[in-house]
Structures are given as structure tokens and as C-alpha cells.
């Protein structure tokens, strides 16, 4: 299917602002959830624009500053690991949507979201289950998302060197896991997280 086909009918409907609304981080044992929700113009094509899982790092950050040239509207929002223990990660990355929803500098006539529906926005909304291969906005806002938060784990790993964050982005990985077991969960893990506080500590 064609990514922009989707927001091409939406469009031709007579929803001219469509807003993609992705997430990226709900999985990672450590670090903030972060959506983004991205309004592309009409007629824009953006060459390679597709799933941020499906792109490698260094053409994600290419991705990156496309989608910031020719957007419409950008917001963004991020829900901190503190909150997420709190609420727990579906209800935090819902509460990172709506931030992201909020943060654009005008609503938008529609929302295309992947996966989940926001029932304290008002405007209304599309869900489809793996949206971003569906939609070109929803591709936009899962590169946005997976870059800035990306961004943000690199900083991390500036403050807490010992479990490589600039690497594996807080994902669980066997080298993760490894320093978790090591030295224990440092400020930014999720302690509600069962993986984190199930591994065998050296103390």
C-alpha cells in the first residue's frame, strides 16, 4: 500500500490538517516514553519516509530533519520515567500523546493514531494497528519520536556510563541486562517494570 494513500482519501474527505500521532519507548526498561504528533502538507512526498524500525540510525536523523523542513506542525510530548512507574506505560504513553496533541500550534481536523485512541481529545480520531506503514504522518511522527528520544537516551548515557544507554536506548538487551545485574537499577529504570527488579542483584 501506499503510505500517503490513507491521508490522501482523509484529505480528499475534507480533513485538510491530519495529525499522525506515533510513540516510541513503551518497551525499554529505562528512560521516558516520547510521541510526537506530526502534520504533513498536501501533495508532500518525503523519498524513504516509512516505519522508524525499519530505518538505520543514520538515515532516521536524515528522516529527521526532512520532516522539520517541510511540516506543517510539529508537538511533541514526553512522559518521565518517574510518571510512567506511576501510572503505568499504556496510560503514560496515552498521556504522551495528548502532550504531543497539545504541543501543535493549532488542532488539527483529524488524528491518525497508531494503535490507541485518546478519549480526553475531543477531535476526532482514526486508530489503525500498525499505522505507521499505513500512514504517511504516523511514519513522520514515529521518526520524530524515535529521534528525540533517542537523543534524550544519549544524554543518559553522559550521566549513567556503566549500562551503555547511547547504545541500546534502555531496550533489554543481554548487555542491559548484564549491568542491571551488575550494579543494579540506576534513577532512570523503571522500577515498576518487572524485568528490572526481578534480576538477581549483587547485594
Not at 498521556?95 to 477531535?123: F, N, R
Not at 544519549?154 to 542491559?176: A, I
Amino acid at each position: 500500500m501506499d503510505i500517503y494513500q490513507n491521508d490522501d482519501l482523509l484529505r480528499e474527505k475534507g480533513f485538510l490538517k491530519i495529525a499522525g500521532i506515533d510513540e516510541a519507548g513503551r518497551g525499554p526498561l529505562a528512560g521516558p516514553v516520547v510521541a510526537a504528533a506530526v502534520v504533513l502538507p498536501k501533495g508532500v512526498r518525503i523519498e524513504g519516509l516509512r516505519d522508524s524500525k525499519k530505518v538505520p540510525e543514520k538515515e532516521r536523523e536524515y528522516l529527521f530533519s526532512e520532516i522539520f523542513h517541510v511540516s506543517e506542525d510539529i508537538g511533541i510530548g514526553i512522559v518521565s520515567h518517574e510518571e510512567i512507574d506511576r501510572l503505568n506505560i499504556l496510560r503514560s504513553t496515552k498521556l504522551a500523546m495528548q502532550y504531543a496533541v497539545k504541543d501543535l500550534s493549532q488542532p488539527p481536523d483529524i488524528l491518525i493514531i497508531d494503535a490507541l485512541s485518546l478519549p480526553s481529545i475531543s477531535i476526532r480520531q482514526i486508530s489503525f494497528i500498525k499505522a505507521e506503514d499505513k500512514s504517511s504522518s504516523v511514519a513522520a511522527a514515529s521518526i520524530v519520536a524515535k529521534v528525540v528520544r533517542d537523543k534524550i537516551m544519549t544524554g543518559y548515557h553522559r550521566q549513567y556510563p556503566n549500562y551503555n544507554f547511547e547504545k541500546n536506548k534502555g531496550y533489554s538487551t543481554k548487555e542491559h541486562l548484564d549491568m542491571i545485574r551488575m550494579y543494579g537499577p540506576c534513577p532512570i529504570h523503571r522500577k515498576s517494570f518487572q524485568r528490572v527488579m526481578s534480576l538477581e542483584l549483587p547485594f
